[in-house]
């Protein structure tokens, strides 16, 4: 029984000991899980003026402090002055409060010690309220540009600093003078608390006797600079892009401003306005703004090069055109240089360009003609193209790319080119001579050969496998800058040739050119032309062929490094075929019978006709026949079928043959056959 009771009463403490342990534990569980709620939000009972920030998280605190900002500064204050009161919203003070550090420090409340200091502001956050200071700001200058205006309508007789007056173009004195004012000290420290307080009291602003700052020598002083100033026009001018302006000496008086502040040296502050000066400015914003130009190099009739500055985008600063326009009246002159604001860099600049190295002529190529044909019309089209070409490092040229289509709109005509190994008339033709001229500069200049083809009959015009020739839709002539700077593609001509010179910096390389002997010949061809005019079996010779033949160039590149390299292409030139006319019926393809056109043999003896007939490959039939004049003795005086019929191939020819009978010496005809 008392082991029993013992057990019992153990078991009444330990119950009794639990329940003290748990109800002293419940207030820091509650405080852990109100905190873990508050996560990211103010503690409890804070608050910044009459701003409650507890409870609150960043973004809603700030939007709060906002609010309060924004009721601070549209909530007029009243302000009297000797019998008058003027009304003051603060905003127009440039009324600002700093939310974002009040919230900063609102966050850290409660928060910024350890776990048992915390427990501790926990437990007092239920009856401590934490104040935080809402520091407020104005701007003074504001705040005296307003009461120096109140002064003026409420002060009978305000004290004067002084001013400078622009009349008639002149500048004149305001001289100083003592009298009664708003104490400024005073009156900024009752403005800085009288804002934080949305009640809104009314502020009196007391006056007192004040003595100016400023003396007649300083308005003396500043009457003559300003004089000065507005004496003479300015000038501004620039270069590049041209540009000269004249601001005449009334926009400069109308544009002056006089600020008297007597903390700062001398007293009195001169300006220009941006009105006048705008006036001026403005119908020539077209001529002063210009875009952007790429560095470019120019080239003399001499070959040399010169490089042009590249330039930003030229853009209307205002502010600095009046600041300019001020330096230079403020220090007595007349000319000034034209200030720019610079916009965006051009795509090639000046070190761009600089970095390239010197640009000069690497190579010259020059091709003859004759003179006034059709070809060189096109020729000098294309030429003139071309002329300027700019082909950018790593970039290739295409000279069918660059010109486009040959058209009589772009000024080409018909003249002879070759297609499909024919010459034929077409618009354009004859530019293969300008592809030479140009193949040969690139040859020379030792830049990379991409795509170029040479003519598939050879012309003595042009040099021997170095040669090239293009036409609308293929063949192309390509090249690709393979340097470190750009190629400028320049061309001339005369009425008798055609000249391609390449510029630029090929970093020392020299190319000369090699040919090879001529090997695998091949003899022409016969090309046989049908012409009804030539008898069957003869052949007429319209043009000798030439054999063809393969032959080798090479290019040899000698670098400046010491190092060399030989390039080679081989080309291989068609035979141009003999030409044979023959009659249509001796070719291969002939109708069978072929037909051909009698010859007409009437007037010819017997002898010439039956050869002639012959030739044309016809039997002859002769009858004789009586006639009266003796001059048609032994002549044709008739045919069957007749001249000019197209008639079977070997077909027979009846001619008539005259026999002279003189039926006054008693001759009798012949008896007709």
């Known amino acids: 029984m008392k082991r029993f009771q013992s057990l019992s009463r153990r078991v009444q403490i330990a119950v009794f000991g639990g329940g003290f342990v748990a109800l002293l534990l419940l207030p820091v569980i509650v405080f852990a899980v109100d905190e873990i709620r508050a996560t990211g939000e103010v503690a409890r009972n804070v608050r910044a003026a009459t701003v409650e920030l507890g409870g609150l998280g960043h973004d809603d605190a700030l939007a709060a402090l906002r609010t309060y900002e924004a009721e601070l500064a549209a909530t007029p204050i009243e302000y009297r002055i000797a019998a008058k009161s003027f009304l003051l919203p603060p905003r127009e003070l440039d009324l600002d409060l700093d939310e974002e550090a009040i919230v900063e420090v609102a966050m850290q409340q409660r928060r910024d010690r350890g776990f048992f200091g915390r427990l501790g502001d926990w437990f007092g956050s239920f009856g401590d309220r934490r104040e935080l200071s809402v520091p407020v700001t104005i701007d003074p200058a504001a705040l005296d540009s307003f009461i120096d205006t109140w002064e003026l309508e409420a002060v009978n007789d305000p004290a004067h600093e002084g001013d400078v007056v622009i009349s008639e173009g002149l500048a004149v004195a305001d001289y100083p003078r003592a009298g009664e004012g708003v104490d400024r000290p005073a009156a900024q420290y009752a403005t800085l608390v009288a804002v934080q307080d949305l009640t809104r009291r009314p502020l009196t602003l007391l006056t007192k006797q004040l003595e100016p700052v400023l003396t007649d020598a300083d308005i003396d002083r500043a009457v003559e600079r300003a004089n000065r100033i507005i004496d003479s026009p300015v000038n501004l001018r620039s270069i590049d892009p041209e ?76 502010d600095q055109v009046i600041d300019r326009v001020f330096h230079v009246a403020d220090r007595c002159g007349t000319t ?24 000069g002529k690497v190579s010259e190529f020059t091709t003859e003609h004759s003179c006034c044909e059709d070809r060189v019309v096109n020729i000098q089209t294309m030429a003139d193209a071309v002329d300027g070409a700019i082909v950018k490092p790593g970039e290739e040229f295409s000279l069918n790319g660059h010109v486009g289509e040959r058209t009589v709109a772009k000024g080409y005509v018909a003249a002879p080119m070759i297609l499909n190994g024919e010459i034929v008339d077409d618009v354009g033709g004859g530019v293969s001579q300008f592809a030479t001229t140009l193949y040969n500069a690139i040859f020379f200049g030792c830049y990379e050969d991409v795509e170029h083809t040479p003519h598939s009959f050879y012309f003595s015009r042009y040099p021997e496998g170095r040669e090239a020739t293009v036409s609308w839709g293929g063949p192309e002539l390509v090249f690709r800058n393979d340097t470190d700077a750009l190629v400028i593609i320049k061309t001339a001509h005369t009425s008798r040739s055609i000249t391609v010179k390449m510029f630029g910096n090929t970093g020392g390389r020299e190319c000369t050119a090699g040919l090879g002997d001529r090997y695998r010949y091949t003899d022409p061809p016969i090309d046989y032309t049908g012409n009804p005019t030539v008898p069957p079996g003869t052949e007429v010779t319209k043009s000798t062929g030439t054999r063809g033949w393969t032959v080798d160039i090479f290019r040899y590149i000698d670098h400046a490094d010491g190092t060399n390299e030989t390039e080679v292409w081989s080309h291989r030139y068609r035979p141009r075929p003999t030409k044979l006319e023959v009659n249509p ?71 008539q043959v005259g026999e002279f009978a003189d039926p006054e010496n008693g001759e009798a005809p012949p008896d007709a056959p």
């Open 243 to 318: 540009v000269e302006i004249e601001f005449p000496a009334e926009v400069l008086a109308q544009a002056l401003v006089v600020e008297v502040d007597p903390t700062t040296p001398g007293g009195v502050n001169l300006s220009f306005s941006r009105g006048p000066i705008n006036r001026v400015l403005q119908p020539l914003r077209d001529i002063i703004e210009q875009p952007a130009r790429d560095a470019a190099f120019e080239i003399d009739a001499e070959d040399l090069v010169t490089m042009v500055p590249s330039r930003t985008d030229t853009l209307l600063d205002d």
């Open 336 to 359: 000034g240089t034209f200030p720019f604001a610079e916009g965006a860099q051009a795509e090639f600049t000046t070190e761009m360009a600089e970095a390239m190295g010197e640009i």
């Open 585 to 655: 019926c001796d070719l291969e393809d002939a109708p069978t019978p072929c037909r051909v056109t009698i010859p007409d043999v009437v007037g010819r003896n017997k002898s010439k006709a039956t050869s002639l007939l012959a030739e044309w490959g016809f039997e002859t039939a002769v009858e004789t026949v009586a006639v009266s004049d003796k001059a048609q003795d032994g002549k044709v005086v008739a045919q069957s079928p007749a001249a000019g019929l197209p008639h079977d191939l070997g077909a027979t020819v009846v001619i």
